[in-house]
């Protein structure tokens, strides 16, 4: 990804020698510092650097290439020490010199003619064999080309063509480099893909789809202006490098701008800037774009996380442990400390003491429904994506939350007291240390202590077999209860 600032730009397409002003670098600083002159021209970079007609244009234009050439000096020497802005400026000048003399020399050896989808085999065969003879030689066919050509799309077409003819992977780097150039204009750009009606977020999901060349992806690619679908077919077969490049700095452009990701309501808005965000992230974890990017996704999500969206979110899940779920899935997702801490603040208040015992289950559920809803929420927070103190300190809680239901209902107590037989008093002590009833630690202890004393009363086995009618009846008796003393903890397998 290029430096974005022109400063950045200029210290990082420090040119030593000619031959470092066909860089990419070198071509975004002249995209850039002589843009009203190549508009004028409706040129590339690249038509500049390889076409001798067009760079005496630039010197005639007086005002036009001196500031240029100006301005990239303060840049290049600014902050550097034994450096001068006049000596830097010579020294552009000459390598500007002997790009032009190169130039001017192959032309004078051999007469340029046009690059032509329909007779590139033919002029590929005429070229040097020799690696960087053969790409000066193609570069200067294809300047000419493109001059022929006086519009964005015409000149990105031709391009396209180019690739299309059957161009060997040797030889697309010029292709792919002049076609980038129009991508990195906002003009050229909307010429290839359409004038952007289209939120951000739907602009975006597209240039990253012609960026990766995946067909599966969703986004939708325009069909008018054609030259989307076009782009879409090339980097399909073989994406470009440059072209990529060029493309992911329009996305990064779009997402470090203002304008919202859709038209639609917040909740859309904020699903959409996560769904970027995705489509963004690197397998490393980092951001395409770095820490620029990753600002940027935190400032779009800092406008749309606080309370009252997040409760919009909350819309259609009844349950606390729905509610809780969703808050984890969206913290999972956040970008920027700011945005982490206030989920962390909004799922602690929805796990305030007060709101679990009241919320966990209906109004009507029995106790150890309410139990059971406890316990949920403390095996969700098990797997949450949260810090491991904050983490610990909600699961505290939530153990602290069930123990208090356990002592105000008196459940325990009131199983004891009405049970008549010692099966009465054990069996539903049993079923509360099965199917995840109770949170296991001290809650679940508690309980199987109390089962456990009531099991072991001489009289436990008589009282569950008591009203059995028959030997099967009574190993099937046996049997259950083997079963759910292994489930509750209380027996071995």
């Given amino acids: 990804m290029l430096p974005q600032t022109e400063e950045q730009l200029a210290k990082a397409a420090l040119c030593k020698a ?12 002249i995209s850039r510092h002589c843009r009203s002159f190549l508009d004028a021209m409706r040129a590339t970079p690249t038509e500049l650097l390889f076409n001798e007609d067009l760079q ?20 290049q020497v600014s902050g550097t020490k034994n450096r001068d802005v006049a000596g830097r400026i010579k020294e552009i000048f000459a390598l500007c010199d002997g790009v032009r003399n190169r130039t001017l020399e192959a032309v004078s050896a051999s007469p340029v003619e046009p690059l032509e989808p329909k007779r ?6 005429s ?35 180019m690739l299309d003819a059957g161009m060997p992977p040797a030889d697309c780097a010029p292709i792919d480099n002049a076609l980038s150039e129009i991508i990195r204009l906002q003009a050229g750009l909307d010429e290839i893909i359409g004038k952007q009606g289209k939120s951000a977020g739907e602009r975006i999901a597209i240039l990253n789809k012609l960026a990766t060349g995946k067909t599966d992806d969703p986004a939708a690619i325009p069909a008018d202006p054609p030259l989307a679908q076009h ?9 470009q490098p440059n072209i990529q490049a060029a493309l992911q700095s329009q996305m990064l452009a779009a997402v470090t701008g203002t304008y919202p990701m859709t038209d639609g309501p917040t909740s859309a808005e904020l699903q959409a800037t996560l769904d970027i965000a995705q489509r963004l992230r690197l397998r490393s974890g980092q951001f395409l774009g770095g820490e620029a990017t990753e600002a940027a996704l935190a400032r779009r999500l800092s406008r749309l996380i606080n309370d009252q969206h997040i409760h919009d979110l909350m819309v259609g899940a009844p349950r606390l442990a729905e509610r809780l779920q969703r808050c984890l899935d969206l913290y999972r997702k956040m970008i920027g400390p700011q945005n982490y801490e206030f989920m962390k603040k909004y799922i602690d208040y929805l796990l305030q003491e007060r709101t679990v015992a009241s919320d966990v289950a209906p109004k009507s559920a029995s106790v150890p429904e309410r139990l059971r809803g406890i316990t949920e929420l403390h095996q969700i927070l098990m797997g949450a994506p949260l810090p491991s103190v904050f983490r610990g300190k909600l699961q505290l809680r939530m153990e602290e939350v069930q123990n208090t239901l356990l ?13 008549k037989t010692t099966a009465d008093k054990a069996l539903p002590l049993i079923d509360l240390c099965c199917n995840d009833t109770l949170i296991k630690g001290a809650n679940l202890r508690r309980v199987r ?16 077999m008591a009203g059995a009618a028959s ?14 003393l292994i489930e509750a903890g209380l027996a071995n397998d």
């Fill in 120 to 125: 590139l085999k033919e002029q590929l065969a």
């Fill in 56 to 75: 005496k244009k630039l010197e005639n234009a007086g005002t036009a290439y001196s500031g240029a050439v100006q301005k990239v000096a303060i840049a």
């Fill in 127 to 161: 070229l040097p064999a020799e690696d960087s003879a053969r790409v000066f030689r193609l570069s200067l066919m294809l300047a000419k080309a493109l001059l022929n050509e006086k519009g964005w799309a015409d000149k990105a077409k031709l391009l396209l063509d």
């Fill in 449 to 464: 202590e109390l089962a456990q004393r009531y099991v072991k009363q001489p009289d436990f086995l008589t009282s569950v």
């Fill in 471 to 484: 030997d099967a009846d009574r190993k099937t008796r046996l049997t259950e209860l083997h079963d759910r």
């Fill in 407 to 419: 002592d105000e209902t008196a459940i325990l107590d009131r199983i004891t007291k009405r049970g």
């Fill in 18 to 29: 000619p031959d470092d002003l066909y860089t990419v670098g070198a071509r975004e600083l």
């Fill in 231 to 239: 782009l879409m077919a090339v980097q399909a077969r073989q994406v």
